[in-house]
């Protein structure tokens, strides 16, 4: 009998234990906005571990920080952990680094977007501890630079919040590295305002101004060139391979141009078609590999880093704006233009690839630019030589040509190129890039793209063997450009901007319209903080250095 009792009294024991147990648990995973959890305290397993931050991570915190990504104000930060040690400013994003706290916080317009933790406890976690319990994460990254070579795992723990793992970079030396730290990320919104009072203070020629994008002609600024910027006060400039000669001169030329813009009320865009492949405009750069062979190895990491990589060339040259990503796809194998400028002929592949790629270039701060809307991959005729026809429903482009436009603009794209490209069966009377149907009715409407639409250069083959470029630039802009790309000729370049002050004098297009155009571009220019401040060298080893880094070499 007493043996019974001893055991039943037993049982009862265990069961006690493990309800306070199983109660604890619980209380630390019910993290809330009134109390940090000690979770330091305990003695955890790895996967326990695991498990409590990936908790953490879907109500927006790092499980041992007591703040929130989304909702902390960075004031709340400072009343209670003080004066951070170290502070860095990337842009308008504020990363403040707690050493004592092993954290680190960044905040944009005074919110909390990025919790970063290094804490002894995270960093006893293993890459297998992570994958065992949460399998593969929905997406990988990487990072090298001249001390790290890191991976990022990224899951989307909801969909307003990801959880980042970055770790060494596996080895066969050290296949099974411990983390560094963990992110927990959401997007904040840059708060971006353009008093709409600047554009009624400003004159009908500034604005129309502002709605060009021009080229010029040589290697150092002639007086035509400096008219369109001082005179003219065309809003951006596209340069070429024949204007950038060597390192030392594209300095000269962009500081030049910089340097005449300084007159003027409004930053300018500087803009190059640097792609990578065969379209790559820098000079003295190691060439990065063709989207046609990063779209063979299907590495949204490399891709990434590629996007990475192009907006640090760029930032070192003096650019603020890339003319990429292509997210044509090259559907027709007789396509003469596309061709290895494409990721490939899946829409899938072409989307993800291309939109890391504009995130690359997104994340050094220069404008990416992602063509050829509503998608060139199916032409049989070179653009710049005449007019591409494509025998296509609305249906069908959703089917296979829109997808990764579509991807792209719910991604955050900032800047559409339309194509010059004939859609009979959408409009039969003008090409894309001059299509109030293409343009405001799928493109604005159907797609919900917010940002500013430009149109490839007006003075290719496709637009001046059909139209004057007067007539072609105010049609543009009727059909809802905001931007006139025009690359060649000032004679082009003067035509277009006197046809498009003509047009609104004469009521063909009202002032509002252009306010709208200019609003954006004002935004635009405005969320990117462009500047006129000069470069004063490129270091062109450790850029290539970098590049071979990247590729492996």
Partial sequence: MIKKVGIILLVFIIMIAVKMYLGNKQEIKEVNHQEEVPIREMPLENENLVSLVFDAAE?????????????????????????????????????????????TI??????????RSSSPEIQQIELEDIKKLKGQADEVRSYQDAKTNQIILVYNVTSTYQLKWVLPKPTESIPNPTVDHISIFTEVKEEVSTDIAVIKEMSLEEKVGQMIFAGIDGTSLSKESRLLISNDKVGGIILFKDNLKDVDQSISLLNELKGENEKNKFPIFLGVDQEGGRVSRLPELIQLPTY??????????????IGNLLGKELNAFGFNLDFAPVLDINSNPKNPVIGDRSFGNNARIVSTLGIQTMKGIQHQRVIP??????????????????????QKSLEELQALELIPFNDAIKNGADVVMVGHILLPEIDSTYPS???????????????????????????????????????????????GNDIVLIAHDYVNIKEAIDSILLAVNEGQISEERINTSVERILLLKEKYKLSNERVDRVNIEELNQTIEQILGR
């Fill in 59 to 103: 109500k927006g915190q790092a499980w041992d920080i007591p703040f929130f990504v989304g909702e902390t104000d960075i004031q709340e930060v400072h009343e209670l952990w003080g004066t951070p040690e170290k502070m860095n400013e990337l842009s308008s994003k504020i990363y403040e680094d707690y050493f004592s706290k092993d954290a």
């Fill in 106 to 115: 960044g905040h944009l317009t005074n919110l909390v977007f990025d919790i």
């Fill in 292 to 305: 046609q062979e990063i779209g063979r190895l299907n590495d949204s990491s490399l891709s990434y880093n």
């Fill in 369 to 390: 630019v992602v063509k050829h809307f509503p998608g060139h991959g199916d032409t049989a005729v070179d653009s710049h030589k005449e007019l591409p026809i494509i």
């Fill in 433 to 479: 890039s001059m299509s109030y149907e293409l343009i405001t009715n799928i493109l604005r409407e159907k797609l919900k793209f917010e940002g500013v639409v430009i149109t490839d250069d007006m003075t290719m083959g496709a637009i001046l063997n059909n139209y004057k470029i007067g007539e072609a630039a105010v049609e543009a802009v009727k059909a």
